[in-house]
């Protein structure tokens, strides 16, 4: 069976494309990621992405005049290497409306709360201000709005007494760690394993 094309675009350290990158080093798996790209030439996750043999690409968003420039690299870059499916893990840059049209069901995206709860930035603090008992984390279908789109999968952790916002995203990034893996196994259309504890599949 053919394995799915993968590009990953991250800008920070990378936990999550490593996550990935350790799920697509098993040959049964159903995806294998072929690209990595950066807007962040010393971003960690480049590291990770070459120690593992993948092919890495830094595309500076502050080397174009717009968004849709920038994106428009992307888009060629992505295509070049012959991907299928994109997934954001860490991507701090809002992509266009005519970049996700473009890859309209084939880009997907891990978002630290339980969507469409808490959507945006400082999700953690978000929960804890709101005094929720639980939180987590979403795989979702993007769409051009923010944090939207069908969602995939879902894992909730506990919101435990005493947490700040550093302890609960620990947490939380645990979660992530295992649900990527698994949601991104249940979009290649290969059969998912059975949940990790504490772990929520949601049909895609």
Request: contains cysteine; negative net charge; aromatic residues 4%.
């Amino acid at each position: 069976m053919a394995r799915l094309k993968v590009g990953v675009l991250i800008s920070g350290r990378g936990s999550n494309l490593q996550a990935l990158l350790d799920a697509c080093a098993a040959p049964d798996f159903p995806a294998e990621i072929a690209l990595v790209i950066s807007n962040i030439a010393d971003a960690y996750g480049l590291q990770r992405a070459a120690s593992a043999g993948v092919a890495t690409k830094i595309i500076s968003h502050r080397g174009f005049a717009n968004r849709e420039a920038f994106d428009a690299a992307l888009d060629s870059e992505l295509r070049q290497a012959g991907v299928e499916l994109v997934c954001l893990a860490g991507f701090m840059r809002l992509l266009t409306a005519g970049f996700v049209e473009g890859w309209r069901g084939r880009i997907i995206n891990i978002h630290p709360s339980l969507l469409p709860s808490f959507k945006g930035m400082h999700t953690h603090r978000q929960a804890l201000d709101a005094g929720v008992k639980l939180h987590g984390c979403s795989v979702h279908h993007v769409t051009a709005a923010l944090d939207d789109g069908p969602i995939i999968a879902q894992a909730a952790v506990p919101v435990l007494p005493g947490d700040d916002e550093d302890s609960l995203a620990d947490r939380v990034l645990r979660a992530e760690h295992r649900l990527y893996p698994l949601a991104l196994r249940l979009v290649a259309g290969g059969e998912p394993p059975p949940p990790e504890a504490g772990a929520q599949l949601i049909g895609s």
